[in-house]
């Protein structure tokens, strides 16, 4: 398989579809955008691909809190065929509203709260990635990641981190400064397969090095671009 069939799903109010689907071709994805209720009546284009994105942005106006509605949308109308792609070994990755998604669907552990400072953030960030991360998205990946956030509900929640330390299943920390609060630095976290991924920050706002703020001045660079997250999941992907 030369390159990964892949499904970008969206809700009305999502505003990172199309940035995630040109990382997907940048790291060797054929992307599709589907809508949430396309998806539910057309399921085929979830058992078609090989890999699925939950893009960001503010899915259903965050109706009843930060994205809730997505999931309700999913868990209904799906059911367990979210679960069951999964099962299948295919890559899950949610990002921002789509973190939010994933956790109100019980795919990941843990949930997401208003930020510490309680006020909207959108800055550039460093992750890095967890010594003991089993997340097949961070396969690899040594040197820190540069990405932006933009959320109000970005506060990572769990009450036992440790036992998730222990699992492998926190993926990537705040190296910079903590900006909402999240448990032990916490800005992404997997599933205990390490198939499902779900982080605040936004990769796919990093994909070329002219999208640092910093890009002219030395900053960023090949080795810090969020595409190695894509890249380590289309790698999966391509085994699956």
């Not at 030369?2 to 199309?18: F, L």
């Not at 703020?213 to 660079?221: C, D, F, K, L, V």
């Not at 890249?231 to 699956?240: C, F, L, M, N, S």
Request: with cysteine; glycine share 12%.
């Amino acid at each position: 398989m030369s390159r990964v069939p892949a499904i970008v799903i969206t809700g009305p109010g999502t505003n990172r579809d199309h940035d995630v689907a040109k990382a997907l071709d940048l790291a060797g994805s054929d992307a599709r955008i589907v809508r949430a209720k396309e998806l539910i009546t057309s399921p085929r284009h979830l058992d078609d691909a090989r890999l699925a994105v939950v893009a960001g942005g503010f899915s259903y106006a965050d109706s009843l809190g930060a994205g809730r509605m997505m999931a309700l949308d999913l868990t209904l109308g799906l059911g367990e065929k979210l679960h069951e792609f999964v099962d299948k070994g295919r890559p899950l990755l949610g990002i921002c509203n789509g973190f939010q998604v994933l956790s109100r669907t019980n795919l990941i552990p843990g949930a997401l709260g208003h930020n510490a400072q309680g006020v909207f953030d959108c800055r550039w960030v460093v992750l890095e990635r967890a010594a003991k991360s089993k997340s097949i998205w961070t396969k690899g990946i040594e040197d820190p990641i540069h990405c932006p956030i933009a959320h109000g509900e970005g506060r990572y929640v769990h009450p036992d981190p440790a036992s998730l330390e222990a699992a492998g299943q926190i993926a990537l920390r705040y190296r910079s400064t903590n900006p909402n609060g999240s448990i032990d630095d916490i800005a992404g976290v997997s599933d205990p397969t390490g198939l499902v991924l779900g982080l605040m920050p936004h990769p796919e706002n990093h994909i070329v090095a002219r999208q640092h703020p910093h890009h002219r001045r030395g900053g960023g660079g090949r080795r810090h671009l969020g595409l190695r997250i894509f890249e380590a999941g289309v790698a999966h992907a391509k085994q699956v």
